[in-house]
């Protein structure tokens, strides 16, 4: 896929011979900052729709396809989605509810589907073992057990997951609980509580998507899409806002702010309600985290989120080079001149028992570097890590370069411990399932390995930077009973490269 648009990218250059048509590496600078109009208002992803079976499972039906979306009015561009042309709707389920997704495949070539962040058997969570065939459907089943969250949705098929999600096959999974039912927050979906999907993009003269700009991260776009809308506006009218954010670019890290620099409250992470809000006035997601806020407005008034230069951890050279000088206007929020007061936002949300370490059976080692982790590239034949039904681990992952990287794990949310040996920022002081790695840094992380084992499929982790992972930079582990030793099943994912065909890794 890279080649073909590279070569694409190209050719459009040749063609137009323009200044500045540079596909390749880097995209400059770039700020939309005062350029965005605000002229169309921000499209809610639809909630999908469920049915209750003889078991009393709730069943939703996801089908992945191709269609065309107008960006622009006019303008159709090729897109792929669930259940429409471009993203897929949203799934709610409760904790302690059994869900099944009937995933079918219309796309013309294989894919997968992942539940990012959700805690599952390793048979139901999507990864690149479980492919779908092109005109055929899979049917995870599951119980969810975890807290209220904002999770998501995506392909994952070995080799080429970053094309087929920024084609636009990404959803939401919103996680309810009745601890988080019982405290004052906003919870009228699209109303008060607002699910923000935020990727880059980058359109060619012929309205399509050009993917030929690329930093070391990956595919950069030059503009933002939130929830498949270009410079929105959202009208809310209530005195506190719930934005669920979700950075579903696949290489650029963003850092949300307010235009005015307001205050606002963290209340959420990848993987649920913190302990008690944090006050802060900015926060930064890597491809793949999410974080909720509470943003308070007063009548009449307008804001303007926006994203602002992410701190990438590196020389301002490969900052630039990767996405780290640029900003963003991301959505203006105008607030009606007469608001339902909804409270102020709480002192306290829910109680977190800390993992500790003295409780880890096994200590754990990564090291990304070079596209790879602890020097291997994925294979899928081979399991890189064994874990036992039910014991702690510590696992310190470290970045050993100068470019960014990121780390994240499959069925399990853990806890930040130390990152550089201190303790974490309040960002990541709750449950995460993906965290950024910058260059030179050490994090150390905490979970437990519980509920699920399957010695025959494997969950993966890897950098969530996702040219990195179609790279290989990835690596799978099998979780046994005790005394269980790993036997992978022959899926005929030996030696494949679904992305491109015949090629290794990293060609
Ligand atoms: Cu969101 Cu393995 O990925
Ligand atoms: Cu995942
Ligand atoms: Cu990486």
């Not at 269609?67 to 993203?87: D, I, K, M, Q």
């Not at 055929?136 to 119980?143: D, V």
């Not at 919103?174 to 923000?196: F, K, M, N, S, T």
């Not at 310190?396 to 069925?411: K, L, T, Y």
Request: net charge negative; proline share 7%.
């Amino acid at each position: 896929m890279f080649r073909r648009s590279l070569a694409l990218a190209l050719a459009a250059c040749v063609a137009l011979s323009l200044a500045g048509c540079d596909p390749v590496p880097g995209g400059g600078v770039i700020t939309t900052i005062g350029d965005v109009d605000f002229s169309t208002e921000l499209a809610i992803p639809p909630l999908a729709p469920s049915t209750t079976d003889a078991d009393g499972r709730r069943v939703f039906d996801l089908t992945a396809q191709r269609g065309e979306t107008e960006f622009s009015p006019g303008v159709a561009t090729t897109t792929w989605g669930f259940n429409s042309a471009y993203l897929g709707p949203t799934l709610v389920a409760k904790s302690g509810e059994d869900v099944t997704v009937n995933v079918h495949n219309e796309l013309g070539e294989p894919t997968t589907l992942h539940w990012h962040g959700m805690h599952l058997p390793a048979a139901a969570d999507g990864g690149p073992h479980s492919l779908i065939a092109d005109g055929e459907a899979a049917s995870p089943t599951w119980t969810v057990k975890q807290n209220a969250a904002t999770l998501w949705y995506h392909p994952h098929l070995d080799g080429d997951t970053e094309h087929q999600a920024a084609m636009g096959l990404d959803g939401m999974f919103i996680v309810q609980d009745d601890a988080e039912r019982a405290l004052p927050l906003p919870r009228d979906y699209g109303v008060d509580d607002i699910p923000l999907i935020v990727q880059d993009v980058r359109f060619g003269d012929d309205g399509q998507f050009d993917t030929g700009t690329k930093g070391y991260v990956g595919t950069l776009g030059d503009q933002l899409l939130v929830n498949g809308t270009i410079g929105p506006y959202l009208d809310v009218s209530t005195s506190v806002v719930r934005l669920r954010l979700l950075n579903a670019a696949v290489a650029r890290s963003l850092d949300f702010r307010f235009d005015d620099g307001r205050p606002f409250a963290l209340i959420g992470t990848d993987g649920g309600l913190l302990q008690s809000p944090v006050d802060t006035d900015h926060v930064q997601l890597s491809p793949g985290e999410r974080a909720e806020v509470l943003v308070t407005v007063k009548p009449g008034e307008t804001t303007v989120l926006q994203s602002t230069p992410p701190d990438l951890g590196t020389t301002e050279a490969v900052s630039q080079k990767n996405a780290g000088a640029d900003s963003f206007d991301v959505l203006q929020v105008r607030a009606s001149a007469v608001l339902d007061d909804v409270g102020e936002v709480p002192g306290a949300l829910v109680p977190m028992t800390a993992l500790l370490p003295a409780d880890a059976a096994v200590t754990r080692t990564f090291t990304l570097s070079d596209a790879t982790i602890n020097g291997k590239k994925v294979d899928m034949s081979r399991v890189d890590e064994v874990m036992t039904l039910g014991t702690t681990e510590v696992w310190s992952v470290s970045n050993s370069m100068a470019q960014p990287h990121s780390f994240h794990v499959h069925g399990v949310q853990f806890q930040v411990l130390t990152v550089n040996g201190k303790p974490p920022p309040p960002e990541l002081a709750g449950w995460k399932d993906t965290v950024f790695v910058p260059p030179g840094e050490q994090l150390r992380i905490i979970m437990v390995f519980s509920d699920y084992a399957d010695a025959t499929v494997p969950y993966m982790y890897h950098c969530h930077l996702l040219t990195h992972e179609d790279d290989g930079m990835m690596g799978q582990f099998v979780v046994v009973r005790p005394g269980e030793t790993p036997q992978l099943a022959d899926d005929g994912m030996d030696g494949m490269d679904m992305g491109m065909a015949g090629l290794p890794h990293g060609g």
